[in-house]
């Protein structure tokens, strides 16, 4: 049987409502504090209600008072008490602009509506501040850019497309397995060399291993918890990309620059026009391409510079111009180049070592 003793507010904590939109209701006073709250109530409206004198021409300036100085938002609630007759008479008040005639009767009355009033503010100032606290972080912070729902995008990807269609192909199986890594700020090095597959492998055994992407969240908190320790457990020292072949270098390098720089009129999408265009998309691309740039001329991409490129969406579509500037799509350079010579000739005349990657000399270490 379903429990029916729930509260109204509960079906909506249920549903997913946070906390903090919830408000609880007040604590019920005492039958002593409801007593006394109903006699101050009585008194005030009797002396509301009561018959005042007339107040003749002089008169009113003796009846002159300051309006009671409340503080709702505070525990402290101070009214200025009647100022003497003498004092009335002899001195002008200090602020004429706030100088109002009140009654006594009337006084009394505000002075009792403060009383009971302001608990009930600072009761409702309580019960505001009082937010539910934030969800547990898994401790894993992706790059900048890059929010949960982009590293889904990713994931999916890359698990139920990307890693079926590259079981025969070492070189895009690396390649994925960095941009996994790298979507959780791990930047393991040496997947980029043929003799190091096992170490790809270790990645790409991970992330068969994910939930399915019919349940998204599950996916990526399963990520966030699982990647970040096979992927450290991937490095496996220094990259050698002369060992894959020049084919799937140059047609790798060719596939991402289209992905980064070429407009929708481009024939080679046939009418399917699929860019990097999403900041986590941006991010992996060009720091893919900017690996494989310096690590071609003997430079190293520092840990830093890939995280730079990463480092909020602005300055992540900046660096994609900057480098689509650098490499204008309509030139094709990487599928132009002849042999693995012709590509370290690209990527050092282009001027792209410099800006967007920033590649460092081989002496530079590469960690993370």
């Known amino acids: 049987m379903p429990d029916t003793s729930t509260t109204a507010t509960e079906p909506m904590l249920r549903e997913g409502f946070p906390n903090c939109c919830v408000l609880k209701q007040p604590p019920s006073a005492s039958p002593a504090g ?3 709250l109903w006699l101050t109530l009585l008194i005030g409206c009797v002396v509301l209600l009561r018959p005042s004198p007339r107040i003749q021409g002089g008169d009113a300036r003796r009846l002159t008072a300051w309006v009671p100085a409340i503080s709702v938002g505070h525990r402290q609630q101070t009214v200025q008490p009647l100022p003497a007759q003498s004092e009335v008479s002899s001195a002008p008040p200090k602020h004429p602009e706030f100088q109002v005639a009140i009654p006594p009767r009337r006084r009394a009355f505000f002075s009792t509506a403060v009383a009971v009033v302001a608990p009930q503010a600072m009761w409702a100032e309580k019960a505001v501040a009082k937010v539910a606290p934030p969800l547990q972080s898994t401790g894993v912070q992706p790059i900048n850019p890059i929010s949960d729902s982009g590293i889904f995008e990713r994931i999916q990807h890359f698990k139920d497309v990307g890693i079926p269609a590259t079981t025969t192909n070492p070189l895009a199986q690396a390649c994925i397995s960095m941009a996994t890594c790298m979507l959780f700020d791990r930047y393991p090095s040496g997947l980029f060399n043929p003799a190091r597959a096992s170490k790809v492998s270790l990645v790409v055994e991970a992330m068969k291993k994910l939930p399915s992407s019919t349940m998204p969240s599950n996916m990526v908190l399963t990520a966030k918890s699982t990647m970040p320790e096979a992927c450290s457990a991937a490095d496996a020292g220094s990259n050698d ?15 991402w620059q289209r992905a980064l720089c070429a407009g929708p ?8 026009y699929d860019p990097a265009y999403q900041p986590q998309q941006q ?15 003997g430079r190293q991409m520092p840990v830093a510079s890939l995280r730079s490129l990463a480092s909020d969406i602005a300055s992540t579509s900046d660096f994609v111009a900057a480098y689509c500037k650098a490499m204008p799509w309509f030139e094709r350079a990487w599928h132009a180049a002849k042999d693995v010579k012709d590509l370290v000739t690209v990527a050092s005349s282009s001027g792209m070592l410099k800006a967007p990657c920033n590649c460092a000399t081989a002496n530079a270490q590469f960690q993370g």
Do not use: M, Q, V, Y
Not at 241 to 255: I, P
Not at 283 to 297: D, V
């Open 283 to 297: 991010a992996l691309t060009l720091g893919l391409t900017c690996s494989f740039a310096c690590e071609l001329t």
């Open 265 to 272: 009129e481009e024939p080679s999408w046939g009418g399917n």
């Open 34 to 36: 409801k007593i006394f």
């Open 241 to 255: 990309l002369r060992g894959f072949g020049f084919s799937e270098l140059s047609g790798t390098l060719d596939n």
